[in-house]
């Protein structure tokens, strides 16, 4: 447990109560489902620019189809995770948001090598990701204990 001594008092962190990881494992999935959709739904508008670009550039501008999906969910986790909520919409509405056990806040930059690190982390350990959260300290992902970030309730 870590605390800081401020005035005389002393000052303990919101991430040291356990209380403040109940039913996180379970917000994460469900706000990572919330997520996808929404990135999904985003999607649309871009492959509309891009179908309309590879028909005035012969065919050309649609091998833009190849990033889609990574350069607007890097986009979305930038802006949102990396912004000050510290969480991407799905999260939002799940309660959580992302931690940095330092306690300095989650930037873009970091928001994207968390999320790359998942996906990364999904292609080679798929069931390792989520079997770590049974028994890491504060239900961290293995991502999370590379990062020093920790998925926190936002409501406590």
Same mark, same amino acid.
């Given at each position: 447990?870590?605390?800081r001594? $401020?005035? %005389?008092?002393? *000052?303990?962190? #919101?991430?040291?109560?356990?209380r403040?990881?109940d039913?996180?494992?379970? #917000?994460?999935? $469900?706000?990572f489902?919330?997520d996808y959709?929404i990135i @999904?739904?985003?999607m649309i508008p871009?492959a509309?620019? *891009?179908?309309f670009? %590879?028909?005035l550039t012969?065919g $050309?501008?649609?091998?833009?189809? @190849?990033i889609?999906f990574?350069?607007?969910a890097l986009v979305y986790?930038?802006t949102t995770? %990396? @912004?000050?909520?510290?969480?991407t919409t799905g999260?939002?509405?799940m309660?959580?948001? $992302?931690?940095?056990? =330092?306690g300095?806040p989650?930037d873009?930059?970091?928001?994207v090598?968390?999320?790359?690190?998942?996906?990364?982390?999904n292609v080679?350990?798929?069931?390792l990701i989520?079997?770590?959260?049974?028994?890491?300290?504060?239900k961290r992902t293995l991502h =999370?204990?590379?990062?020093?970030?920790?998925?926190?309730?936002? =409501?406590?």
């Amino acid at each position: 447990m870590t605390a800081r001594v $401020l005035d %005389g008092e002393i *000052i303990v962190s #919101r991430l040291d109560d356990a209380r403040a990881y109940d039913g996180v494992r379970t #917000r994460r999935i $469900l706000a990572f489902c919330i997520d996808y959709l929404i990135i @999904g739904l985003l999607m649309i508008p871009f492959a509309i620019v *891009i179908f309309f670009l %590879g028909i005035l550039t012969l065919g $050309l501008g649609w091998a833009l189809f @190849g990033i889609l999906f990574p350069l607007v969910a890097l986009v979305y986790v930038w802006t949102t995770l %990396g @912004g000050p909520n510290q969480a991407t919409t799905g999260m939002r509405i799940m309660g959580i948001r $992302l931690d940095r056990l =330092d306690g300095r806040p989650t930037d873009g930059l970091l928001a994207v090598v968390h999320s790359v690190l998942f996906w990364a982390g999904n292609v080679v350990l798929t069931p390792l990701i989520l079997l770590v959260t049974l028994f890491s300290d504060r239900k961290r992902t293995l991502h =999370d204990l590379l990062l020093g970030t920790v998925v926190s309730r936002s =409501d406590r």
